[in-house]
């Protein structure tokens, strides 16, 4: 019978096979599906196990400290953090075309972590959070139907490169099946159900050129509009929701005067498969306590709007 407790023995059983004594890498995101990988290699082989966590520099408010809690300090996961916000920044210096920047992204993303992988000789195994829907993503590629509108680099790229044998635990699992799994490893609630996040994070939130002060203030009114959800209890009502940083000045008025500066667009959609998305229909006041609380907490932000475009025609992310 299918049970998180039946899975996790025969996953557990399957890995052990697999890799013997033998190392196995694994990148950790702190994403569902790699978190859930984490925490059941943890279980399965516990410091045979290496992660490595890439802090690009374009992450949420406080996410590598939250990942590093999650797993070094409450699950005991072997963790390696790198802290490459400076590289990914000067990479991306200058650039402003979204696919342009997917791909620096993605390309020292991989650099970076084959850096990690080569200090780590003794390693025969990459372990991936591919799960069933990936595979079916990955299939409908190589027939050229899939995602041509945006670059994704969630599957595939590393492996050849690096001669390392695979093990991709939840290949035969669907999304919420992924999501009991984690809960039954003991994964928090919250990483558990998070919202996507793209692999290029904020940078493709961040339109034309990467910014790290715009980063900053895109981070808080992020953090403002998400926490705000979860208080009124519509997090798990929406499948996404973020902010977006718009290079566009508007004039504003505040207690202290004239503002002349950014604008902030919040974007919340509820869709099934993420191909096709509607604009989640907030309540007014709610919308309008999360606008005060960015245009009052961030001096930065000039205005907040709200997107009312579904997909499509509009993409969910703005880049
Ligand atoms: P779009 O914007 O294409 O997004 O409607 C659909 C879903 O995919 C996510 N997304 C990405 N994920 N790398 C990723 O790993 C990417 O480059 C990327 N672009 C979009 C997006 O957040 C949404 O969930």
Redesign the pocket.
Known sequence: AWTPGNIIHDATARVREQVGQDKVLLALSGGVDSSVVAALLHKAIGDQLVCVFVDNGLLRLNEGDQVMKTFADHLGVNVIRVNAQERFMAALAGESDPEAK?KIIGRLFIEVFDEEAAKLSDVKWLAQGTIYPDVIESAGASTGKAHV??????VGGLPEQMKLKLVEPLRELFKDEVRRLGLELGLPRESVFRH?????GLA?RMLGEVDPQAADTLRVADDIFISELRAAGLYDQVS?AFAVWLPVKSVGVTGDGRRYAPVIALRAVETID?MT?RWAHLPYEFLDKVSRRIVNEIEGVSRVVYDVSG?PPA???WE
């Not at 509108?149 to 969630?154: F, L």
């Not at 996507?196 to 290029?200: A, D, L, M, Q």
Request: aromatic share 10%.
């Open positions: 997917r509108i945006k670059s994704h680099h969630n996507p996040f793209p692999g290029p493709v996404q993420f998305a997909k993409t969910i992310e």
